[in-house]
């Protein structure tokens, strides 16, 4: 079974301009998790999408934003990006057992560089 | 605030012997908990979960106890091997009325098996 995949692996931006992440789950999965590991900071939530919909986002500005598709790969919008956005982007899948928690699986993160 | 704590940032243990992270957190709602493995560029690796209806889970070397009237868990890798060095996330999970939410992580326990 293919594990969760991410693209690109790295991706390097200037300030100002915007970075799409991408993120296809594992299969069956529909929930789709987005985490930032920033040097120092360890892994922080970002947002969670299931069947389409945002169901939740963490303390982040709006500016980082993203959606999910109908084959439930996702993507992450990062816009206006600023330095402190330098960071590993990782995502995680996992199966919504009848409303019960699940294990959220993650995939190989891209690393964003804002120069 | 932080509501997942690994108070320490690194562990020294002899190849053959047991090692224990430990984990404390501080919302008593959390219903879920599970311990990653992290390689430096790489995605988490899921190890084991626990309920927070159980007080014990186990699986193969690894056996994660739950105190809930503590707020404490722990991870138990026995016996400890080289390719057991990596940093260890505790993380916890909110039931959110239709799955899993973002998990809160801890900032990790570097875990360095001595030869």
């Known amino acids: 079974e293919a594990g969760v995949t991410q693209s690109p692996t790295h991706l390097i931006k200037t300030r100002g301009q915007q970075a799409t992440l991408r993120c296809s789950p594992i299969?069956?999965?529909?929930?789709v998790y987005w985490y930032q590991q920033a040097l120092g900071l360890g892994l922080q939530f970002l947002l969670w999408y299931d069947e389409g919909e945002e169901r939740n986002r963490g303390n982040f500005p709006p500016r980082f934003s993203g959606r999910q598709f109908p084959n439930y790969s996702s993507e992450l919008n990062v816009n206006a990006l600023e330095l402190e956005d330098s960071a590993l982007y990782l995502c995680?899948?996992?199966?919504?057992?009848?409303?019960?928690?699940?294990?959220?699986?993650f995939g190989p993160g891209t690393r964003l560089t804002v120069l | 605030d932080q509501q997942v704590k690994q108070n320490s940032p690194s562990l020294s243990v002899q190849e053959g012997r047991i090692s224990i992270l430990n984990c404390d957190y501080t919302?008593?709602?959390?219903?879920?908990f599970l311990w990653y493995k992290k390689y430096p560029a790489e995605g988490p690796t899921f190890l084991i979960s626990i309920s927070s209806i159980k007080d014990k889970n186990e699986d193969g070397r690894f056996t994660v106890f739950l105190n809930k009237s503590a707020k404490h868990l722990s991870l138990h890798i026995v016996p400890s091997q080289p390719g057991d060095s990596a940093v260890y996330f505790c993380a916890a999970s909110l039931y959110s009325g239709g799955g899993a939410d973002g998990l809160t992580f801890g900032k990790g326990t570097h875990l360095i098996i001595q030869p």
């Open positions: 919302n008593s709602m959390f219903d879920y």
């Open positions: 995680a899948s996992s199966r919504l057992a009848g409303g019960t928690t699940d294990t959220q699986y």
């Open positions: 299969s069956g999965h529909t929930s």
